[in-house]
Each structure stands twice: as C-alpha cells, then as structure tokens.
C-alpha cells in the first residue's frame, strides 16, 4: 500500500496506508545536549564493548577470538572513523543498554528484548514501515514483547534517520483559541507541528486522536506518515464497580514504544531504535490520565465519586487516583492485554537486582523513577537505597537531543 508523505511529495513502502518502563519508566525523558551530529567512534569506547562481549561470552560459536575482533575494529575505525557490529554484538549491545538503563523498574527481563535489526536503512519511508512492523510483532493481540528496532547508525559522512515523535504512539493536543487542549496538552506543541508540515487534524477532534510518524532521513527533510488502525491496539476503559466510568469514553493503547532515545552501542550511535516494553499501571492512570498538565481526570472522577473537594486535607485526590489506577489495570486484565502492577514490578525488580549483585555488576537505580508514583510507600522498593546512576555507563539509551525542526 502507498503512505502519503505530507507536505514533501510522496513515497512509497509496504504496509502503510495513505493518507500514530515500559522499558525507560514513565514520564518523557530529560533533554540532552544539542545533537553534535555523526562524530568518528571514539576506540577506546569501542575497545571496552568488545571486552565485554567477550567476557559475557556473548559474541556467538562462530565468533573471532578477542584479539583478532579488536584488531579488526580498531583497523576499520582507523580507515573509515567507524565500524559495524556483528549481529550478535547488536543484539547484545540493545539488551545490556536495557540493563543498564537507571530508570527502569522492569529490568528483570532484559534477557527477553527482541532485536530487530533494520541497519540497512535509512529512507523515511522504510523507517516508517518498520515501524509499522515493530508496533505489530511487538502487540500480539495483546500479549505484548518487548522489542526494539535498530535502524542505520550516525557514520562520519552523513546522520542516520530520525524519529522525532517521542513515541511510536501518542495522541495528539489540539490547542482552542482559548489556551484550553482537547486531548493531550503535552502534545500540543507537536501535534501544531504536524499539522504545519501538513497532517490534516481529524473532524470533529478527539481526545484520542492518533498522531502520525514525523520521521526524516539523512537529509534532514521531514516526512509524515499515519499509522494503520491495525498497528494501534487501544484498550477502552471501564470500572469493576462504577459503571458511570464507561460514560467517560477513555481509552490507551497498549504498547509504550520510545522512540527518540539514541541507541549507543561501542561508540557506535543509532539515532533511531524504536524499543517497548508493556505499560506499569500507573504510568496510564496515576501519570497520563491524572497529571494536572495531561488529562487531568482527577476533578472529574472525584465528581463522579460525589468526594468532597473542598480541600486537599479530604485525600479526594488520593481517593480518585486509586479508583483511576484500578480502572486501568482492570481493563487491561480484562482486555488480555499485558500490564504490570506496581506492587508486583517493585517485587520483581529487586529479584533483578539480586541477580545482578550474584553476577558481580553494579545496579544503578533512580530512586525518583523506579519508586511507583502510586502508594510508594506500600513497595517493597521504597524503602532502601540503590547505586548512583551512571551517566557515562555504556551501552545506553541516552537522552533525547532538543529537537531542531
């Protein structure tokens, strides 16, 4: 099928109509430095992933020794300022980036991420198509795994592409002449940029309405591309108990996929690497549907509870975000689509760190991420202290560079 590239002419790619902690946590990422753009690989960097590879026996049976392997790298980084990994150094390189990832309460199953590896291109329009791809092998009806897929790295004569939402799926903001957003105030800003480049905002305006791709190539230029209905599993949202929540009409979708965190493996910088894992519960009801600069919904579920909001000193908001949270998890469990609880992820998570200390490694952990924004005092991972974070510790996920469109 044909995908219509707002605003830039068109192109054409298989699978996409014409014409939107998991593994990092919740909340967006920090803002990183500008990006400085392809930069040779630095050979030291280069030379540490290696020995760690080998050290973890993770480069496969067929495999050059160590020695031979570094030479070659070091010889390739020497003539052409980079190098390509083996597959099986990508692969492994994208599961300890997970392990390593200080924000992330769900690292129990780091061994379990799906490579896919899509280093062969770089075109908008294949971009977008397997991203299309990911979104549809990672859903599985609803049995969500966690994927990621790794697109063409920066190399020293020209970038790779870019993703420039911040996730496969988000919904879009529509700002009214009043300052007021139906839909998603966080993404108001891009959801006018869209629009500028060229997408058609849908009619009559919704609160759910799925953004498109916003992805752009080594030249730069910006290309549009929706995603298909069935590459968007959406849960509607219902209460076990309060049936007046279906007058609501909220929904999510099913699979948080990040996709504007560099992937550095080894020096090597994949601008796009597309990964997911499944939904904590509270990401969706204590964070995206409760925050006051979101959804908001904590006013009106406590107006539908009849709680006196009066003042905070009546817990109202406490009471609403529980009832908020339940609905959530209720209609993932009901839909069979896969969601974590914050009581057992907080277990599970120090199940992980206890494997990580038998294995001799370092657990870094941010207190302020992995700690449930809801009853946090009530998990088991509350009330302790973790290893500093480690910026500098690589492979990584890095933070996302300020957007220059």
């Known amino acids: 099928m044909t ?29 990183g430095a500008p990006d400085p753009g392809p930069q040779p690989v630095d050979r030291d960097e280069a030379v540490e992933f290696l020995e ?5 026996d993770a480069a496969g049976p067929d495999a050059e020794p160590l020695a031979q392997r570094r030479a070659a790298v070091l010889d390739e980084i020497e003539a ?12 492994f390189g994208a599961l300890v980036a997970w392990r390593n990832s200080a924000r992330c309460i769900g690292r129990l199953y780091w061994q379990t991420l799906q490579v896919r590896d899509r280093r062969h291109l770089t075109a908008p329009a294949d971009v977008a ?12 009806g609803g ?34 002449p009043d300052g007021t957003v139906r839909g998603d105030p966080r993404l108001a800003d891009f959801t006018d940029l869209v629009e500028k480049l060229g997408w058609r905002r849908p009619e009559p305006r919704g609160r759910f309405d799925v953004l498109p791709l916003l992805v752009s190539g080594p030249d730069g230029r910006p ?61 969706i009801g204590a964070r995206n549907l409760a925050d006051a600069d979101r959804y908001d919904l904590l006013p009106a579920i406590a107006s539908r509870m009849g709680l006196d909001t009066s003042s905070v000193r009546t817990l109202w908001r406490d009471r609403a975000l529980v009832e908020l949270t339940l609905a959530v998890q209720h209609s993932f469990d009901e839909a ?51 290893d500093d974070p480690r910026p500098e510790q690589r492979p990584a996920f890095l933070p996302p560079a300020p957007d220059a469109l």
């Open 336 to 386: 069979g689509v896969t969601m974590a609880d914050h009581h057992t992820e907080s277990d599970r998570f120090l199940t992980h760190l206890a494997k990580e200390a038998k294995a001799g490694r370092s657990r870094p952990a941010d207190w302020t991420w992995v700690v449930p924004p809801l009853s946090g005092g009530l998990t088991s991972v509350f009330h302790r202290y973790y």
């Open 3 to 31: 995908a219509v590239v707002h605003g830039y002419g068109s192109s054409t790619s298989e699978g996409l109509p014409e014409q939107r902690c998991p593994m990092t946590g919740r909340g967006r990422p920090d803002a």
């Open 143 to 176: 049995r969500i795994r966690s994927s990621i897929t790794v697109f063409a790295p920066d190399v020293p004569e020209r970038p790779g592409p870019r993703i420039h939402n911040e996730q496969l799926i988000r919904y879009a903001g529509h700002r009214s």
């Open 52 to 56: 760690l590879v080998d050290a973890e």
């Open 223 to 283: 290309h549009l591309y929706d995603l298909p209905d069935d590459a968007v599993l959406e849960v509607p949202l219902t209460h076990p108990e309060f049936d007046w929540f279906t007058d609501l009409r909220l929904r999510w979708h099913a699979v948080p996929a990040i996709s504007n965190m560099p992937l550095v493996i080894g020096g090597v910088r994949y601008p796009v690497a597309p990964f997911n894992g499944w939904y904590l519960n509270t990401e």
């Open 129 to 140: 198509a397997e991203c299309v791809a990911h979104l549809r092998d990672a859903t599985r």
């Open 80 to 91: 052409t300022g980079t190098y390509r990994h083996t597959g099986a150094e990508l692969a």
